[in-house]
Every structure is written in C-alpha cells, then in structure tokens.
C-alpha cells in the first residue's frame, strides 16, 4: 500500500492489510489527525467490495436537517491505477469541479462517501479539532450596547425589563473602540467570514459604523449584514452604508398603524417607513445588490390582521418580511409565548431520531464579540446578559485572536458537553429551547418563498433575492 501522508495524521496503531498493496491511502493536509476507527472503516469498506472510498465526518440528525458543520474529506482509499500523472486524488476532484461534493466523489471513479460516526468519533472530530477543521460561518459584531429606542419587548433597553437586571452590563455605556474594529475587519476579511451587527444594539449609534463597513468590504469580508430600527436611517447615512459595500439589512418595524409602533417603539412610525422607502430607491439608483428586509414582532395586543397588512404592504416592497414570535426571559432561560405549528410534525421526528435532544449547532457556526472583547456563542448568552452573572465568555478578543478563541479549550470543551448532552452545569444550554429553532420548512406561498422555524417565519421573493445576489437588483417600488 502507497501511504500519501504529508502531515503525520495516520494514527501509529493502525496496522495496514497486506491484500491492500495496490491501493493508496491518502491523507489531506487538513492537519486533522485521523481516529483509528475512521480508517478502520475505509478498510471495511473496501473488503465488502467498494473500489474507492473517502471519508467525511457528519454530525448525526444535524446532517439530516442540512445543518451539519461543514468538514472537508479527511482521507481517501482507492486503486493505484486512479492515480494519474502521480497527481494526489483531492486536487484532481479539485480540478475537476472545483469543489469536492458527494455528487462530484460519486461522479469521478464511483467514490463512496462514508460519514457516519460513533461518539467516540464525533468526540474526536466536532471537539478537539473542529475549531481546525471548520471556520465560524458569520461573526456577531455588537459595536456598542446603548439604543435610541425602549421597545417594550427588548431584553437589553426596555424601561422595565431594565429594572429585573442582575447585571450592570446595560448601566454604562460601552463602545467598541477603533482599534479593535480595524482587526475585526482584518482577521474576518483574511478569513472570509461575514459579520452581523446589530444583535444588542443600535448599531448606527457608534459613529466608526459607516468607516468599519468599508474597511470590512475592503479588507475581504464577504458579507456585512446590519440590523437597525431605522430611525437613525436618513438619506446621507443610507447613500454611505450603500457605497460603503452594505450586503444587506433588516429594519425592526413591528407595527402597520402609527399608534401601536408609539406604543411598542415609543417613536415615529412615518419616519422609519420613509427612510425605508428612501433606502430602497437609493439602492436601486446606486445599483447595489443590498437585500432588504423588515421585521416584525408579534408582541402581545398586536392583531393578526396587522401583522398580515405589515407582511403584505413590505413584499411589496422590500425584498422580504421577517415575522418573529416574542421571547421573554423566564425561568433562567428564552421562552416563547407561542411557537409555530408548522414545523411541529418535523421536530417530533427529530427529537424521537436523536433521542431527546441532538447537539446545538450554534457553537459550530458562530461567535459573538462584545465591545468589551468578550466572546459569546449563540443568541441565549446574548440575551441573558442582563440577567446572568455567572455567564462565561469563552474568550477576550484584547488578548487572543479569533482563530485561538474558536480552536481553544473552552470551546472545545462546550462542543464536546454539547455531543454528550452533558449540560447540567451550562446555566445557558441545560434548559434553552432555542436550539429547536435548527428544524427549518421550506415552501412555496403565492410565489414567495417561506421558511419557517419554532420562532420565525421569512418571507421573500426568490426572484428578488436571485437578483440581489448577482448584482443586478433593479426591483421598483
């Protein structure tokens, strides 16, 4: 047998079958070293009777919801004779389509993709060398904690939910400095990870906003995703987050009449409403593919029929509408007053298949950075924030990088408590709901395109969207 093994990944206790001598056996160099188990199963595999044979580890019930955390192929068992020019298999597959997917394995010499693992596995994998393996899929940016708005639901600056706070991390007001911006930019660009802002604050607040969009943009950072209440969205602020390279924005509106957007905003609904619609004829005469979403809360006294006015009168014009259940913090945890019976059938068959419940995938695909510099990892620390004193960060942007914060051992040590379910000391995972939100329907309604979760439904326009994403939105309003 040809060893192809540039890394040293091969665990030393494998003995290598004497009938496979004209095989190779190849190792990318993902510098992941392989469990023993894995390779064992390449070897089974080709004594029941595959020619060819690659190995890439999924994460049970999150690859059947098409949520797995993205892992690139691992190893490859196949005949010498495939072998040509002594090119290794992967960059040949890479030449071949210019990504290695099943359908491109199963086209190039009939590869067999083996996935599944055991525990033992999926421990060895999703925690202690995911953070090698895979890169966050976005980075949540809060720039600051401070809003112009009191909206009556916020957990972070609502006039009374302040007074339950157990922390004094609202109190003061805390800004993410520039220096710590420009390497947000930089180390996001160099990585190609998008950034949301907006996830506890009024990000237009912070007066580097515009300035850290561009360098974002400029830096490599593929997408930039704000979401604002819109108030502070006049012309010129609107003209420079377009040109700045803006890719797209949710603007929280949550009412159709004036007086309930008084009511849950305290503010002026015409003002948002008008610089929406400015927004959106700014972008299209600057012919910037932004895609544009409002939002809706359904907080209580809020009638159904308005929420169908507000869904109707913005696919008219916006490219989509995000309809949101209200959560409150109950019982140490989010909870949702109602959740959407849609996805009930789904999330049955989920929870039977895994048992109870399958790993939470947000710690694989994300990372909140605060202004401070700590790090958090989903949207239940973010909300508890306010309520949590005992709430651990996982790392301090001040003194490491992001990469030594995703690839360290606090979180490896989350994903692995999370493979195991062992959360009884997790005060944000042991009674949290929200990883439910991970089952997703998808459907078609009178030409729009829905995708609804326990906690969401998104409505948009697939032809919009398309447009937007080529470059080429001309939508009217």
């Given at each position: 047998m040809i060893i192809k093994d540039s890394q040293?990944?091969?665990?030393?206790?494998?003995?290598?079958?004497?009938?496979?001598?004209?095989?190779?056996?190849?190792?990318?160099?993902?510098?992941?070293?392989?469990?023993?188990?894995?390779i064992e199963k390449l070897f089974a595999t080709i004594k029941s009777g595959e020619q060819a044979v690659a190995f890439?580890?999924?994460?049970?019930?999150?690859?059947?919801?098409?949520?797995?955390?993205?892992?690139?192929?691992?190893?490859?068992?196949?005949?010498?004779?495939?072998?040509?020019?002594?090119?290794?298999?992967?960059?040949?597959?890479?030449?071949k389509s210019g990504k290695i997917t099943q359908n491109t394995l199963d086209a190039f010499n009939q590869f067999t993709l083996i996935s599944q693992i055991d525990i033992e596995e999926q421990l060895h994998y999703f925690g202690d060398f995911y953070g090698i393996a895979a890169k966050p899929s976005y980075i949540r940016v809060a720039v600051s904690n401070t809003c112009n708005l009191k909206c009556v639901?916020?957990?972070?600056?609502?006039?009374?939910?302040?007074?339950?706070?157990?922390?004094?991390?609202?109190?003061?007001?805390?800004?993410?400095?520039?220096?710590?911006?420009?390497?947000?930019a930089r180390d996001c660009g160099e990585a190609k990870i998008m950034i949301i802002l907006g996830n506890i604050e009024e990000p237009m607040l912070h007066p580097n906003l515009i300035k850290f969009v561009e360098l974002c943009r400029q830096k490599g950072v593929p997408g930039v995703h704000l979401t604002t209440n819109g108030q502070l969205l006049n012309e010129n602020r609107a003209r420079s987050l377009l040109k700045a390279g803006l890719t797209s924005i949710d603007i929280s509106i949550d009412a159709?009449?004036?007086?309930?957007?008084?009511?849950?905003?305290?503010?002026?609904?015409?003002?948002?409403?008008?610089?929406?619609?400015?927004?959106?004829?700014?972008?299209?005469?600057?012919?910037?593919?932004?895609?544009?979403?409002?939002?809706?809360?359904?907080?209580?006294?809020?009638?159904?029929?308005?929420?169908?006015?507000?869904?109707?009168?913005?696919?008219?014009?916006?490219?989509?509408?995000?309809?949101?259940?209200?959560?409150?913090?109950?019982?140490?945890?989010?909870?949702?007053?109602?959740?959407?019976?849609?996805?009930?059938?789904?999330?049955?068959?989920?929870?039977?298949?895994?048992?109870?419940?399958?790993?939470?995938?947000?710690?694989?695909?994300?990372?909140?950075?605060?202004?401070?510099?700590r790090i958090y990892y989903c949207?239940?620390?973010?909300?508890?924030?306010?309520?949590?004193?005992?709430?651990?960060?996982?790392?301090?942007?001040?003194?490491?990088?992001?990469?030594?914060?995703?690839?360290?051992?606090?979180?490896?040590?989350?994903?692995?408590?999370?493979?195991?379910?062992?959360?009884?000391?997790?005060?944000?995972?042991?009674?949290?709901?929200l990883w439910m939100a991970q089952v997703l329907s998808r459907e078609s309604k009178n030409g729009l395109e829905v995708m609804t979760s326990t906690v969401t439904e998104i409505y948009h326009s697939g032809f919009r969207q398309q447009r937007t994403e080529n470059g080429e939105q001309k939508s009217s309003n």
């Open positions: 040293k990944m091969l665990p030393s206790q494998i003995k290598f079958e004497g009938e496979m001598g004209n095989m190779i056996l190849e190792i990318p160099p993902h510098n992941i070293p392989l469990h023993p188990k894995s890439r580890p999924f994460i049970p019930i999150a690859s059947d919801l098409g949520l797995c955390p993205h892992y690139p192929t691992l190893a490859y068992l196949y005949p010498q004779k495939l072998n040509h020019n002594d090119e290794d298999i992967e960059k040949q597959l890479l030449q639901m916020c957990p972070y600056h609502s006039t009374s939910l302040k007074l339950t706070h157990t922390t004094d991390f609202f109190k003061s007001n805390k800004e993410m400095s520039w220096e710590m911006m420009e390497r947000l159709a009449d004036p007086d309930t957007y008084l009511k849950i905003r305290g503010a002026d609904l015409k003002r948002v409403e008008t610089n929406v619609f400015n927004f959106l004829k700014l972008r299209d005469e600057l012919d910037v593919p932004c895609y544009v979403r409002t939002s809706f809360v359904r907080n209580q006294n809020v009638t159904l029929d308005e929420e169908e006015r507000f869904r109707e009168r913005w696919l008219a014009k916006a490219d989509g509408v995000f309809i949101n259940n209200v959560a409150q913090y109950k019982e140490n945890n989010t909870r949702l007053d109602k959740t959407n019976e849609t996805v009930q059938a789904s999330l049955k068959h989920y929870l039977k298949e895994a048992q109870g419940r399958w790993p939470c995938l947000f710690p694989f695909t994300e990372m909140a950075v605060l202004p401070d510099g949207v239940e620390t973010l909300f508890r924030l306010g309520f949590d004193r005992t709430l651990e960060s996982l790392g301090d942007y001040n003194q490491q990088t992001l990469q030594e914060i995703w690839h360290g051992e606090l979180f490896k040590q989350l994903r692995r408590d999370l493979l195991l379910n062992q959360l009884e000391y997790r005060s944000a995972c042991k009674s949290c709901k």
